[in-house]
């Protein structure tokens, strides 16, 4: 496993990842990726999984301490009372007394940012949080967060079949991470000839070889999503191999334009 130690906090560069996880699958998911040695899991109020999340960590023989436990505020509750009740909700679905990571799942309008930020600030202030963040902020948005508060990271979609240049740039500037969900572009990645080609070499699946090349940039973590437990542990032996410059090479010139989450209210991602 890759860690990076960020702002005091240790975090595993790849965690296990929940969207659509629900009822028993994500309860069984969950338990068999700590058994397989992920020590970071991602959830979110809106996917609906908290409690399944929850009743997996305390049945889990792995210590709350050593699991690194991200969760979402969403972003119809962004006025600064209900993020505070939402963070209760998620402590008392997930079983536990601190988020080590807690994010605003998406930028809204509707709501002043700073006020957000600051009830945030609150939970952290009261050890109900670690860290804070933001997700699916484009640069402009995560540059006015990063003036209002200590973002940990900003997790957007980044995978090999879309880029994140600018947003890299920007959080590398500034010692924040970024973390690269749908990193296998939804499945999208097993289909791309080249990854299939380049992971031959090495013995490793396009899935595999898409972790990789996430995972050997400097700042990135990434959180993969299976409902099957033998792709758990294909998405977690990632760190046997190294990709070589020149493959890397070939990867980023892939086209990066594939972008596979775009709900209508997603903030215009040039901006
Ligand atoms: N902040 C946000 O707005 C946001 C948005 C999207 C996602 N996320 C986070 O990022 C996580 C990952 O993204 P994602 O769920 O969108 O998609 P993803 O991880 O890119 O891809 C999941 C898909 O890939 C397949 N897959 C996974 N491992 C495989 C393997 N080894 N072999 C073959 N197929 C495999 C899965 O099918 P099987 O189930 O059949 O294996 C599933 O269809 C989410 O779960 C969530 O935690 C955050």
């Given at each position: 496993m890759k860690y990076y130690e960020f702002q005091d906090t240790r975090l595993p560069a790849l965690g296990f990842g929940t969207f659509r996880l629900v009822g028993e699958t994500c309860r069984r998911q969950v338990l068999k990726a700590l058994e397989a040695g992920y020590r970071h899991i991602d959830t979110a109020r809106a996917y609906d999984n908290e409690e399944e999340v929850g009743r997996a960590l305390s049945e889990s023989n792995v210590e709350r301490s050593e699991i690194f436990l991200t969760s979402k505020v969403w972003m119809d509750d962004l006025e600064p009372k209900r993020v505070l009740r939402s963070a209760e909700k998620s402590l008392r679905h997930l079983r536990t007394d601190y988020l080590d990571l807690y994010l605003i799942h998406w930028p809204?309008?509707?709501?002043p940012l700073d006020a957000t930020l600051d009830a945030l600030m609150q939970l952290r202030s009261e050890g109900k949080i670690r860290q804070l963040g933001v997700s699916n902020f484009p640069p402009a948005f995560f540059l006015h967060a990063c003036e209002m508060a200590p973002i940990f990271t900003n997790q957007v979609e980044y995978h090999p079949l879309l880029g994140q240049d600018r947003l890299l740039k920007l959080a590398r500037?500034?010692?924040?991470?970024?973390?690269?969900y749908s990193p296998l572009a939804q499945g999208a990645v097993f289909k791309e000839e080249l990854l299939v080609e380049i992971g031959r070499k090495y013995g490793k699946s396009a899935g595999q070889v898409a972790l990789r090349?996430?995972?050997?940039?400097?700042?990135?973590?990434?959180i993969p999503r299976t409902s099957s437990e033998e792709n758990l542990r294909d998405n977690i032996a990632v760190f046997d191999f190294e990709l070589s410059g020149d493959d890397v090479e070939r990867i980023n010139l892939l086209p990066k334009n594939q972008r596979t989450v775009t709900p209508a209210f997603a903030p215009d991602w040039e901006s």
């Open positions: 809204s309008d509707r709501f500037e500034r010692g924040i991470l970024l973390t690269a090349w996430l995972l050997q940039q400097d700042g990135v973590a990434t």
